[in-house]
């Protein structure tokens, strides 16, 4: 300390300390190796995605008739849909949807964690039983889950005894079918997120705790889930932005019919079948301003000190 | 220093994966044939479906063309199942304007569509040569568009009716009819009386337009440009069968949700006494072989056409495929003597009809196959007036979409018939009049 | 460092591995011994399997049986079984599909971990402007419906030759699931105390190899579970594969071969050869969580923390 401040006493008056000076440079390199780290996925996601979304934005732009553009439309491609019953109908299923499907996502996908992350005689198998529902191709569990659903040949209806139940011929059945069959698929994403999360809580505070004459259920909310919460939030954040955008299951399960149709599958409806690519990028833009909204919502509310750390 | 070595290693590592870019493939390890370069007059056939795989009904026809014309052999490119991907494959490749792919295996409703984007090479001079082959005039009119032709006619399909002969005597003639026998056969056995296509999907479009053309109506106008569904009284009653058929049960249980698959395994299992489905269902239905292996109705399925509403003949709506030729192909002349020929020679038209897919020359109906009376009465089916198609037009599907949106709501009860029917007619021509 | 003396009367212990309890390793609330709560968690096992597996179980008992009466009966246990589904899967080359499918989603895997890596780090770590505003274009960039990406990018990669080609589809997979990795990663790793690190520097180690021995054993639960996020999402994506590769043998995945299944005639579905392709498929599958799974427990026990 006391050389640095005769060195403060020979330096010219205007020029900072060294010790700031240090600070300093550090702090550049710190940052300039901030922007190398960052750069190679930046780059990537850049050149793969970023043109294609200027495309279809620019593209919503324009009024088509079938794949002709016939002129410059302005915002009212954009009106158009913000005014249609359709547009609105899709927005409320989807909502509906995501937060159904993303609530007992969370709490079963919890369970399971709690329970894999526990040690007992064959928990390697339950905890790959957990997880085959993942693995399975989205198209393909969406089949299983209609031919199993579906009143003919019916084989939920035949195991549970409930005859002619149409589980995907009537509102709201139908959307409760999609949900169950989502549960079923992403539970396992968010077990294991969150089983990934519980192996960084360090099992002394439990010990702490315990000696201390703490409940289970009080280890369980004053450690488990505050310390979770990192993982709690990457989980809830990609299960509610992916719900959001759920199309495989509605299309194959019932083609979006009984109230079932979804942002994605009027997206789909408009850019693929139809096609109008003017509709179906308003349509796209729309959908992504709506998810990125959630999503920012989401971070500035849960995520912002968790994921930005001391800043 | 360490972390520039590693971000080396990691660059290092992406060139050689990139340098493998891409595996071998079954044509490789066989010495370098199939793939590789077009032949000087290759043509490549795009189509897709059961037949078009390896030694296929469509793969016969080439190889019977193959002999007779060495110098532009067709080759075929096979497409996904399912109709709507063979289309957006297909698009994929015509709208970057790709010599690709120089015939097409076209669905009857593209011809519009693949037309008005300039995808397709004109068949207007052919027309006359086609006429005189004799190809059915039906099937004609779904490769045409505005009055051109664009494709020709390779194959047609048309909807049957089938039913349980050990519980129905005498196969029904009109809907009302059918209604009577096909109840009261279904309650002495206990099951449901009709499955067909009610999920609200394209098939259901072709059931209702069925029930439609059985009332003698109409979709739109010849010239292509409005919506006739509320003329006289054939919508009406169309849309009000189905919602009857609906609430009185005779439509099956679970039948909103039905596509081809569900009706048929229905049937086939004895769950039901009447169903409307394809002829190609016929043969895992009855008989000796492997494929009906699973069909508990062997003995007791009958095939008619389909009833109307009139109690005079019959009805249907037309599928299939037709060929086009890519306009941005670099072979066009020969590909057009190709599909010409697909639509027109007797050989090939009998070489479909063998294998159970229904031909679209009226010469071969007269020397049909025996053992499949599936073909004798699709030939019924299109040789009758009241047999229709669904318009080939550019915006099809978001008149197929219109269709499928009201009429399911309609006969499920959520929306009163005028009401529907008059949305879908409006809903129609602003799809038209674009 | 070490555990605080078992109170008596406590429970009995189940034995882990004490170099795990050192690294302050979670090792899960401890199991008590009484019968009632190993009936009750048997049963909630059984429950817990029957959940997970009973739609798998349909899926084997169908693709044994014969397409066309598969769905005759509601009975899963009903019917002639046989492995001609299988054998016809193998026969339209499913290996190659297979060999692609995973060359493509282990390149994706790989490449995603390794720059997300250091993305994660640097968002986590290290100080510069702007990262809230980097950490919503980096998620922003994944929440695009991908259909409405295809169109533009069909004509980008047919123009640059990329159709057909392995980078063709990771490329485009590695960019949608980088916003996953480092959300992912960079949440892991800010739960790691900055003292660890501190700690190495000291020692004398540099930013980077403190990153690399220091904080990724330490977050490696988060980077096996990224890992095979990633893996089973390049592994069952259809839009992109089917767009970008939809025909040719040598680059055509597992999720477009399987749409191109026929029956035998028209309209079929060959419902028996799309289950006997999706058990086939998923057995690799299973094989590699059961693997992966106790990396995400047991974590890398080398390196670690020193002193």
Redesign the interface.
Known sequence: MASSVSTAQERPSGAPPPERERARSR?LS??A???V??A???L??T???????L??LFLSFFEF????QRGFAGLGNYAAQLTDPRYWDAVRVTFTFTVAAVALEFLIGLG?AL??????L?R?V????????????????A???F??L??????I???LGLG?F?W??QRPWALISLILADV?KTAP?VA??L??????????M???AR?DGAS?WQ?FTSITLP?LR??I??AL??RT?DSL?I??LPKVM?????GTETL?IL???Y?????N?GI??TL?TL??IL??GV??IF?SLIG?N?????? | MKSRRHVLATLAVLTLLSTACSGSSPEDSTGGGGEGEQGGGELVWAIGGAEAAVGGLHQQVTELWNEQNPDSPVRIEILPDAADEQRNQQALVLQAQDSEFDLLGMDVIWTGEYATNGWVASFEEERGQLEDAGVLPGALESAQWEEELWAVPYNSNAGLFYYRTDLIEAAPTTWDEAVEVCTAGAEEAGIAPFVGQGAQYEGMVVNFLEYLFGAEGQLINEEGTESLLLEGDAGRQALEFMVQSQADGFYAPGFNTMQENEAVAEFQSGSAACMRNWPSFYAQLVGEGEQAASSEVQDSTGVTTLPTFVDEGTTGVTGGFNIGVNAFSENVDAAKEFAVWAGTNEEAQLLLAGGSLPPVIASAYDELPEGDPTLGLVGDVLADEKTGSRPPAPTWNAISQAIQQNIFAAYNGEVPVEEALTTLNDEINTALGG | MTTAPAPTGESVRRAEPATRRRQGRSTGPVARDTAGRRIGKSALLLVIFLWCLFPFVWLISTSLKNSTGALNSPNIFEGPFGLQNYVAVFEQDFFFNLRNSAIVAGTTMVVCIVIGSFAAYALARLRFKNKVLLLSGVLAVSLFPPVALVPPLYEVWRTIGLLNTYPGLYIPYIAFNLPLTIFILVTFFGTIPQEMEEAARVDGASPFQAFYRVVLPLAAPGVFAAAILIFVYAWNEFLLASTFAPRDLAVQTVPVAIASFTGAVAFQRPIGSITAACVIVTIPMIILVLIFQRRIIAGLTAGGVKG
């Open positions: 702090e710190e940052s190796l901030g922007r780290f960052m190679p996925s930046l990537a996601m050149l793969v995605a970023l043109f294609p979304i495309y279809a008739v079938g794949r002709e399971f329970l894999m992350n526990q040690a007992f064959g390697g339950t905890r790959a039983t957990i997880l085959i529902p993942w693995v399975i191709p989205t198209v393909i569990s089949q299983i889950w031919f199993m579906n009143i003919t040949p019916g084989f209806n035949a195991a002619d149409n995907l011929g079923w994403f294991l997120l089983l990934a999360g519980l192996q960084t809580i360090p099992g002394d439990y010990e702490a000696v289970a280890r310390l990192p993982a939030f990457v954040l990609f932005v955008r199309y495989d019932t083609n979006g019919a009984n994605s997206v789909q409806n850019i693929v079948d139809q096609p690519p179906g990028s796209a959908t992504f998810v990125l999503g920012l971070i912002r968790l994921v930005i750390g001391e800043e």
